[in-house]
């Protein structure tokens, strides 16, 4: 129901759009984040995007190198990442939850029900 693609190998200083495309969900409804795991490490939260797209929420990290706009025309999340650094290298998933506010955005992992599959971001030095 959520499909993420778009990673690749990248180096240093490049850039990379992952897509995140919806589909059996009432998508407009939903809040969309976007997610990372590196190997040995836990999910954490990088970017997410209220359901009517009026408000995004960034982890520090990810402030002033991503974006996170969504198209709700076209069921689809995007994250937009430059100036992309070698500590960036993990495993991207989307995520998404029904939401009745339309400014909320959960950094919380657990409050996500819906994940894709998850794409592999490889930033090297």
């Known amino acids: 129901q959520l499909q993420a693609s778009g990673g690749g190998l990248v180096q240093a200083g490049g850039s990379l759009r992952l897509s995140c495309a919806a589909s059996?969900?009432?998508?407009?409804?939903?809040?969309v984040g976007w997610f990372r795991q590196a190997p040995g490490e836990e999910r954490t939260f990088v970017a997410g995007i209220s359901r009517s797209g009026s408000s995004t929420n960034y982890a520090d990290s990810a402030k002033e190198r991503f974006t996170i706009p969504r198209d709700n025309a076209k069921n689809m999340v995007y994250l937009q990442m430059n100036s992309l650094k070698p500590e960036d290298t993990a495993v991207y998933y989307c995520?998404?939850?029904?939401?009745?506010?339309?400014?909320?955005?959960?950094?919380?992992?657990?409050?996500?029900?819906?994940w894709g599959q998850g794409t592999q971001v490889t930033v090297s030095s």
């Open positions: 059996g969900l009432p998508f407009s409804g939903h809040a």
């Open positions: 995520a998404s939850h029904s939401s009745f506010s339309t400014i909320r955005v959960s950094t919380t992992l657990n409050r996500y029900d819906y």
